[in-house]
């Protein structure tokens, strides 16, 4: 396979493993020629935990270009994506829910692996799906620049004091509740209950976690008993790919934060009327910048394909923990660590299981510590040592970084602010930002959401309008500006910055 094309790193995803990606890799590489003008290859590099997501620069430009066209042509391209992507995430969360109920430890070693591979083939499909809107907007925000261009002239010729990244921070935001943010609000209700009653919410606030997680039953049975069922019910939405999944205590540490939080009544307060507000809000200004039918359910699909954003993540992150316990039941019959199992490609883990070639998945298991795989056709290369350093150094594109004054990308929710630079790009990272500071990342994920309630502002290297800084800002209602492409490796911590969302400009002031 020649590689004489430029590629580009498009994401990198800590705490992954090859299950995640691989099949979206294969798929990606295969079923998108109508769409994209032409299959597309892919490149997936996994080492140390972590994953990197090439494209070919001259074909994702053609695939950005032919998705964009196709949806500003005709808008039920997009609604027709729209609708098969929300068909496959339910239809995802339905076979996850299947496979809990189900004991693995019935089931005979053909019957096992087979639940595996169908289970695999159909993430796969969920994973997938959501790469078609986002080709034409995660790199360079086409749909969403050429939208609040589209309002920057209406604001212009209606004379209105809402700006145009300010309509389209409005209009982005989505028209329904998410999963993350039905999460927050659940949670909010149990917080509500603990306020009103004096003797739990003194409890929560002088007793330790650990504490109140042995002794909230005899103190107040019925928000004991809601706990239980948050914890029930939402445990799996902060595992992510690897895990862990969250317990009580860690739910509880999150009560107890928000307890002390001087404005959280007026938070619980706004929570219950801030989606109608939203909504109301929308449809006032569609009137007042009178906004045509083509324009209005053009942005009403970008709405759409913020929400499946969050759809499609809360589909990955639930398929993530429920296939740990085929991959756990799988590890016990042939001797292997699941953590190992998710290093195999799934095809050919599959494969080899049937075959009872065990020592042969211990080999691709250690060789796949750290490869490159390179998907065409639904085909996949691999490469290993010293061939990675070379296809790194000769086909990928390194974006040129010298003495900078000024950084721009894309606004994913207006303002303006300055303070203190804070890199945060793990878990590891967050005890270092302090209130008010500004956050900068190569991408943002749930596991730094904590961080992102301290700081006042997010700056970031990679994505669009339906990444999760983007969302999260919105729902923050924070400046953010997404897709500088070199944030990370031009500013570091301590550095004072301006930033001007509205413009997608961050200066760089000491």
């Known amino acids: 396979m020649k590689h004489s094309a430029e590629w580009f790193l498009i994401e990198e995803i800590n705490k992954a493993h ?23 290859e892919v490149g997936l590099l996994h080492r140390d935990g ?5 494209f070919k620069d001259k074909e994702w430009e053609r695939a950005e270009k032919s998705v964009f066209t196709k949806s500003l042509e005709d808008y039920r391209f997009l609604e027709f994506i729209k609708n098969k992507n929300q068909g496959i995430q339910k239809q995802q969360f339905r076979l996850c829910k299947t496979i809990q109920k189900k004991d693995l430890t019935l089931l005979s070693d053909q019957k096992l692996i087979e ?35 589209y309002l920057n002239n209406r604001v212009k010729e209606k004379s209105s004091t809402t700006s145009g990244a300010e309509a389209f921070s409005l209009f982005s935001t989505p028209s329904r509740v998410t999963i993350g943010k039905k999460e927050e609000n659940d949670l909010l209700k149990i917080i509500e209950k603990i306020l009103e009653d004096k003797k739990t919410y003194s409890f929560f606030q002088n007793r330790s976690i650990q ?22 019910q939402y445990n799996w939405i902060f595992f992510m790919y690897t895990g862990p999944e969250w317990t009580r205590t860690d739910f509880i540490k999150r009560i107890k934060e928000d307890l002390g939080k001087d404005d959280i009544s007026v938070v619980i307060k706004n929570s219950k009327f801030e989606q109608d507000e939203i909504n109301n809000r929308r449809k006032y200004l569609s009137k007042e910048l009178a906004i045509d039918t083509k324009h209005l359910k053009l942005l009403e699909l970008s709405s759409e394909m913020v929400f499946n954003k969050d759809l499609r993540k809360h589909s990955i992150f639930f398929s993530c923990f429920v296939v740990r316990s085929i991959f756990q039941e799988l590890g016990k019959r042939i001797g292997i660590r699941y953590e190992d199992l998710r290093r195999v490609l799934p095809w050919e883990l599959y494969e080899l299981f049937q075959k009872g070639e065990i020592d042969k998945i211990k080999q ?30 000769n086909n990928v594109i390194k974006e040129k970084v010298g003495l900078m004054t000024e950084l721009k990308g894309s606004c994913a929710f207006p303002g303006s ?23 900068v990342a190569h991408q943002t994920n749930p596991d730094v959401v904590m961080a992102m309630k301290k700081a006042s502002g997010f700056i970031t290297d990679l994505g669009g309008i339906t990444c999760h800084a983007a969302i999260v800002a919105r729902e923050m209602k924070k400046p953010c500006i997404v897709g500088t492409k070199v944030a990370t490796r031009v500013l570091k911590d301590g550095d004072i910055v301006e930033v001007d969302a509205e413009k997608g400009v961050v200066k760089i002031l000491k």
Not at 122 to 128: D, G, N, P, W
Not at 212 to 218: C, S
Not at 219 to 232: R, S
Request: with cysteine; aromatic share 12%; glycine share 8%.
């Open 364 to 393: 691709e298991i250690k060789k796949n510590k750290e490869v490159l795989m390179l998907f065409k056709n639904g085909k996949c290369t691999k490469l290993f040592g010293s061939a990675i350093t070379r296809f790194l150094k």
């Open 115 to 149: 639940l595996y591979y169908n289970f695999s083939e159909r993430f796969a499909e969920s994973v997938c799906i959501g790469w078609i809107d986002m080709a034409m907007e995660f790199r360079n925000g086409t749909f969403s620049s050429y939208l609040t261009n």
């Open 417 to 439: 602010l300055q303070g203190v630079v804070k890199i945060i790009n793990g878990v590891e990272d967050i005890p270092k930002i302090k209130s008010g500071e500004i956050l």
């Open 18 to 40: 090859i299950f995640l990606l691989a099949g979206w890799g294969r798929n990606s590489s295969r079923d998108f020629e109508k769409e994209f003008n032409g299959n597309i």
């Open 50 to 54: 972590t994953l990197e997501l090439y």
């Open 211 to 232: 504490v109140i997680d042995k002794g909230l039953d005899g103190i107040n049975k019925k928000i004991n008993q809601l706990l239980d069922n948050h914890v029930k």
